[in-house]
Structure formats: C-alpha cells, structure tokens
C-alpha cells in the first residue's frame, strides 16, 4: 500500500510540475500580446536612446484617435483601452527618457481610479497586464472568478494570432477606415457603459500626481479632450461633463498646462467618416485630429497668451 502511494504521489508531483510549467510557458506567451507589453517592449526597442520625447498617455480616446507619427518630434503613444490615471501616472514615472511634452486625454469616465473597480471581466483582467508591466501595487486581489477567467484566456492564447504586428514602431494602431460592425455607435447605450461608478464631485487625485510631475520637471502637459459624435457630446455635456472639465481648466491654470477642448472639432456631416463610434475616431479621423492638434500643439509652444480654438 505504501508502495502505490508513494508513486501515487510521484505521478501527481510529476503531472503538476508539467502543468505548472506549460502554464508558466502559456502565461509568458499571454503577456507578450498584451497591450501594455507590447507597447513597453515597442518602446523601449526603438526609443531607448532618443533625447527629449514627447508621449501621448490615456484610453481608447488616444489609442484610436491619435497618431504620434503626426505629432513633430519624437512621439510615442503609450494609450491603451480602459487605461486610467492611475496607469498613465505610473508609465510616466518608468520613462527615463528626457520628456519634453506629455499629451493626455480627458472623457466622461476620467475619474475612475483603478481597473479593477470596472464591471467587466475583460478590463479586469488588465490589472494583470499592468501589475506585471510597471510594477502597480492595486489595491483589490483578484477573486476566483477572475482567476479562473485569466487561466482560461492564458490557456486559449496559444491558439490566438499574436497581435505585435497591430502596432507601428512609435505605438500607434495600424488599420484602414474602415467601421467595424462590433463597435457601438449608438450615444445613449456609450454614455450608459461609461458613467457607471464615475464621481464628478472630485477631481481624480492621479491627475493632480501627474500635473505635478510635469510641472516640477518642467514638461508641456496638454489635457485633451478628443472629439466627440454630436449625439454622445449632448449626452455627456447633460451628465455634467461640462462643468467637471470647467473645474479642471480653473484648477490647473498653471505654467505648462494647457486644457484643450476638441469636442465639437467635426461636423455633423463628417461623423460617418470621422467616427468609428459615438466616442471614437477612424484611423480617417485619427489622422485628420491629429494633423490639427498638432498645429496647435506649436501655436501654444511658440505664443504665451494662447487661447486654443475648440473647432474648424
């Protein structure tokens, strides 16, 4: 009996050595198609020795609608889908480079402070790619439920296209214009998912942290507000974005800090083209926006007294 024990055990020890080691192997493989990943093994590939950058932080806002290539100088965009404050304050830190110009973006869901606190599992999950990325100590642990969520899609990974090549080397995404039918275009149901959990009774303390660190190293911050669908733009301005973003341009009416509202920057007559959704750009737009800001971009750098336009 003794005997079929002990190589009970030595086959169980065995078997859950090799699943622990596949599982090791699976996950490695994960994280290497992980947004957050690929952008800090982009960056760090093609930017490690270049001198005063500029680099573009935030959410999906930034990740589909603005190009760093457009942008003069040495631009990186580092934006990913959901990304908070929280996040964005901590890929500002990492960076070592000389920063000469931090763009960052602000929407009707700016004042979450940490993924975890999203309703959905996808997002959660992303406090893992993040947590192993930079280092962010999250304040929640991970239920069983997201446990068993992350080794599921670490199992399913292996058998998924690895997504590197959807980035160009200064982290922008890489596609056409053309609208995918899984996107949301209806305003109401994008103003719904957005203002779940958003308090505007308070400024986000990551913004103050991250207006600081510029202001103390002497870093141009431009605080964004991308363009909007007419549709999603009535929504949010009847939610109280307006005097939220009110707030903001009075609080931080610094040195070096610029509040840039572009909401209304498209026509009507354009969203079709413009827009991939109620709240997003098209790689058309993407282009269009960025080319504009940049303009203003310089206008700002090279006047004192500038009173930045908020539409063509």
């Known amino acids: 009996m003794k005997s079929f024990l ?24 994960y994280q290497k198609t992980r947004v957050p990943q690929i952008k800090y093994n982009t960056f760090h590939n093609n930017f490690k020795n270049v001198d005063s950058i500029g680099i573009v932080l935030g959410t999906s806002h930034t990740f589909y609608g603005i190009d760093s290539k457009l942008l003069d100088g040495e631009v990186f965009n580092f934006a990913s889908i959901s990304q908070s404050l929280m996040e964005d304050y901590a890929i500002l ?43 962010i100590n999250y304040p929640k642990y991970l239920k069983r439920k997201d446990i068993m969520n992350l080794l599921s899609e670490v199992s399913k990974n292996p058998f998924k296209k690895a997504s590197e090549d959807q980035f160009d080397n200064k982290g922008n995404l890489i596609g056409k214009c053309d609208f995918d039918s899984k996107d949301i275009t209806d305003a109401k149901t994008v103003f719904e998912r957005h203002k779940m959990g958003k308090d505007f009774s308070k400024i986000n303390p990551y913004l103050d942290s991250i207006t600081r660190f510029c202001d103390k190293n002497n870093i141009k911050l431009f605080i964004v507000v991308t363009p909007y669908t007419q549709a999603y733009n009535n929504y949010t301005s009847a939610g109280g974005f307006d005097n939220y973003l009110n707030r903001i341009k009075i609080k931080y009416n610094i040195n070096n800090c610029f509040v ?47 009173t930045p336009q908020a539409s063509n």
């Open 6 to 29: 002990k190589k009970l055990f030595a086959y169980l020890f065995i078997v859950v050595t090799v699943l622990c080691i596949i599982l090791s192997y699976c996950f490695y493989d």
């Open 93 to 135: 830190k990492h960076i070592k480079n000389p920063i000469k110009s931090v763009v960052l973006p602000l929407s009707y869901f700016s004042n979450w402070h940490y993924l975890y606190t999203t309703q959905s599992d996808g997002e959660k999950l992303r406090t893992i790619d993040y947590q192993s990325t930079y280092n």
């Open 260 to 306: 840039l509202d572009f909401r209304t920057y498209f026509k009507a007559s354009d969203e079709s083209t413009m827009f991939r959704d109620a709240d997003h750009l098209s790689i058309c737009g993407r282009s269009a926006f960025t080319k504009y800001l940049n303009q203003q971009i310089n206008t700002i750098s090279s006047t004192k007294n500038y």
